[in-house]
């Protein structure tokens, strides 16, 4: 009995060698440079640009790895990436299946218009299979890594705002989010901390909790996954979240065109091709927002100067008791509605589009109540420049109409001018279809 274990302990050291062997072997491979230019030519092809790497590495301790490092995707801007070590589940590789266990992303800068351009090349419809099984691979995620952790990792938004991420996220065995948390530590949204959890009865709904600019964003999401027999095969976004306490600076950094204390309310809903790009997913998104930004200050714009040079103040800011409205975003565009301020002898009502770009357009009415006897004063003015550098202005009808008024009757003339003007202007436009 005693020669069996030890013929058996012997049987076990000499397979540990050979692994041990066979490890070290692969690294040396894979540490070459023949393999390392082979894997650079290989990505260089799929992507369509060139891709550079430093080294590819096998490592055994602490955990059995696999690690790109040095990786340079040079697009315009370029993807750069420290290190990526993906480990594998072993025991499903040994059966013949690539499962990676945890995925680790350390000092990276991921440009957006970087990722969507090379999205869209990888995916070739040509290669798309069709029928209801392939349909339904498109929600299947059990190929995804169990972990993910981002470590000083950088992302780029298509306006240039970047933020430097320590992230982890945790997922279920069905490919969905069992878990997540993100910590912003530089850029845009520094300081902001966010924990998503997946509910108990593992459905594809989360809580989310954001804390960020001294107050919270939280409110439960929902994916609604296509029936079996559907012909579209969707996915139904949907989220409700609630905003507390937020300074609206903190969420537009550098910016800060508007200051305040936000309370808000807001639904989301996306209707989503799982098989679509990252740009058309940002597309779907629609969003409804009720919101009050308490002690509001608006820079770059003095409103009641405004009103006083019909137009001609640039400059200066706006102190407001109240701002409250509507804010509706399709994809990348920003239309503001039934916006009210008012603070003191100031009251304004307009609405405004942001655009893209960040150039705003839109109308706002100011009214400033002046003298003893309450005579309010009010012009129509247009609102134009950049969400960075806004500016408001009489349109042309409303200017004429301001000068002709101030001929006539001046001070109060101005205003009265300026309103009959623009409602002149407005018709004619709409006389003409312009």
Known sequence: MRRIFIWAGGVVGLVVVLLLLAVLALGQWTGSDGFRTRVEREASAALGVPVTLARVSVNVF??????????????????????????????????????????????????????????ARVQDPANEASGPGARDEATDLSWLPRRVVLDDVTWIGAQGRSSTVQAELALDEDGWPADATVAVTRGALAGLKAVLQRGADHQTAWTLKVDVGGGTVQGPLKVTLPEASAKLRELVFDATLETRGVEVSALTAPSRTLTGRLEASTTLSARINPRAGTASVTEALRSQTRFTVNNAVVEGVDLAKAVATVGLSRGGSTALDTLAGQVRTRG??????????????????????????????????????????????????VVGGTLDDPSVSLSRSALLGAAIGTALMPGVGTGAGANLGDRIGEGIKGLFGK
């Open 62 to 119: 602490p955990l059995p790895a696999v690690a790109l490092e040095g990786l340079n995707v040079k697009a315009n801007p370029a993807i750069t990436l420290a290190r990526v070590e993906a480990r594998p589940v072993w025991s499903a590789l040994l059966r013949g299946r690539l499962t990676i266990a945890t995925l680790i992303v350390r000092e990276a800068v991921l440009p957006q218009a970087t990722i969507v351009l090379l999205g």
């Open 332 to 381: 990348q565009l920003i239309e503001l509605t039934n916006l009210v301020a008012s603070s003191g002898v100031l009251a304004a009502t307009g609405e405004v589009t942001v655009a893209p770009s960040k150039v705003l357009s839109g109308r706002v009415r100011v009214d400033v109540t002046r003298g003893a006897g309450g005579e309010v004063l009010g012009v129509p003015l």
